[in-house]
C-alpha cells in the first residue's frame, strides 16, 4: 500500500513540474507572440536570452528548494521568496531609476541568509524577516531622497513599491515559519 501511495505522490508532483515549467516557457514566448500581433513590442534576442535566464533560474532555484523539504509550508515560503526575488530584479531593471543596487543587495541579503541558515525552516522565517526590515528601510530611504521627492508622487510610489514587497517577503518568512513548528511538532512527537 505505501508504494501505490509514493507512486501517487510522485505522479503528482511531477504533474506539477510540468505545469510550472509550460507556465515559464510560455511566459518566455508571451513577448514573441506579442511582437507578431503589435509593433510596441520590441524585443532582442539578448532580452530573450536574459529573460530565459531570469525565468529558468527562478524555476531552477524552486527546484532545489522543492528537493530540500517535503513540506508544503516550506514549499510555499521558498516560492513566495523565489518569485519576489523575481519581481525586484524585474521591476528594477524596467524602472532603470538607478536604485537598482539596493534592491539587489536585498536579494543578496536573501540568498546571504538562506546559507547561512543551511536552508532550515527557522533560519529562514528569520532570514526572511531581515529581507523585509531591509525593505522597508530601502523604501523610506528612497522615498526620502531628494531626487524622489522631486518627482510627483514619487515619495508615496516609492513606500508603495516597497510595502508590497515588504508584504511578500512576511509572507515568505511566515511560511517558513509554519514549517519550523511542524517540523519541531514531529520531532517532540518522535521523542515522545
Same mark, same amino acid.
Given at each position: 500500500?505505501?508504494?501505490?501511495?509514493?507512486?501517487?505522490?510522485?505522479?503528482?508532483?511531477?504533474?506539477?513540474?510540468?505545469?510550472?515549467?509550460?507556465?515559464?516557457?510560455?511566459?518566455?514566448?508571451?513577448?514573441?507572440?506579442?511582437?507578431?500581433?503589435?509593433?510596441?513590442?520590441?524585443?532582442?534576442?539578448?532580452?530573450?536570452?536574459?529573460?530565459?535566464?531570469?525565468?529558468?533560474?527562478?524555476?531552477?532555484?524552486?527546484?532545489?528548494?522543492?528537493?530540500?523539504?517535503?513540506?508544503?509550508?516550506?514549499?510555499?515560503?521558498?516560492?513566495?521568496?523565489?518569485?519576489?526575488?523575481?519581481?525586484?530584479?524585474?521591476?528594477?531593471?524596467?524602472?532603470?531609476?538607478?536604485?537598482?543596487?539596493?534592491?539587489?543587495?536585498?536579494?543578496?541579503?536573501?540568498?546571504?541568509?538562506?546559507?547561512?541558515?543551511?536552508?532550515? =525552516?527557522? /533560519?529562514?522565517? !528569520? @532570514?526572511? &524577516?531581515?529581507?523585509?526590515?531591509?525593505? +522597508? *528601510?530601502?523604501? #523610506?530611504?528612497? %522615498?526620502?531622497?531628494?531626487?524622489?521627492?522631486?518627482? =510627483?508622487? /514619487?515619495?508615496? !510610489? @516609492?513606500? &508603495?513599491?516597497?510595502?508590497?514587497?515588504? +508584504? *511578500?517577503?512576511? #509572507?515568505?518568512? %511566515?511560511?517558513?515559519?509554519?514549517?519550523?513548528?511542524?517540523?519541531?511538532?514531529?520531532? !517532540?512527537?518522535?521523542?515522545?
Amino acid at each position: 500500500m505505501t508504494g501505490s501511495g509514493e507512486r501517487v505522490a510522485t505522479r503528482r508532483r511531477n504533474y506539477w513540474r510540468i505545469a510550472r515549467w509550460s507556465a515559464a516557457l510560455a511566459l518566455l514566448l508571451t513577448p514573441l507572440v506579442m511582437m507578431q500581433i503589435s509593433d510596441e513590442w520590441h524585443w532582442t534576442p539578448r532580452g530573450f536570452i536574459f529573460a530565459g535566464i531570469m525565468i529558468g533560474g527562478a524555476g531552477l532555484l524552486y527546484e532545489i528548494a522543492e528537493r530540500a523539504s517535503g513540506s508544503r509550508p516550506f514549499r510555499a515560503g521558498a516560492a513566495v521568496a523565489v518569485v519576489t526575488s523575481f519581481l525586484t530584479v524585474w521591476t528594477t531593471i524596467v524602472r532603470d531609476d538607478g536604485t537598482g543596487i539596493g534592491f539587489f543587495l536585498l536579494i543578496l541579503a536573501a540568498a546571504t541568509g538562506g546559507f547561512a541558515a543551511w536552508f532550515q =525552516p527557522a /533560519g529562514m522565517a !528569520r @532570514a526572511m &524577516l531581515g529581507v523585509a526590515t531591509m525593505q +522597508v *528601510l530601502l523604501g #523610506v530611504a528612497i %522615498a526620502t531622497a531628494p531626487s524622489t521627492a522631486s518627482t =510627483p508622487d /514619487g515619495g508615496f !510610489r @516609492a513606500l &508603495l513599491f516597497s510595502g508590497a514587497f515588504t +508584504v *511578500l517577503w512576511l #509572507v515568505s518568512a %511566515a511560511c517558513f515559519r509554519a514549517a519550523a513548528k511542524a517540523e519541531d511538532k514531529a520531532a !517532540r512527537r518522535v521523542d515522545s
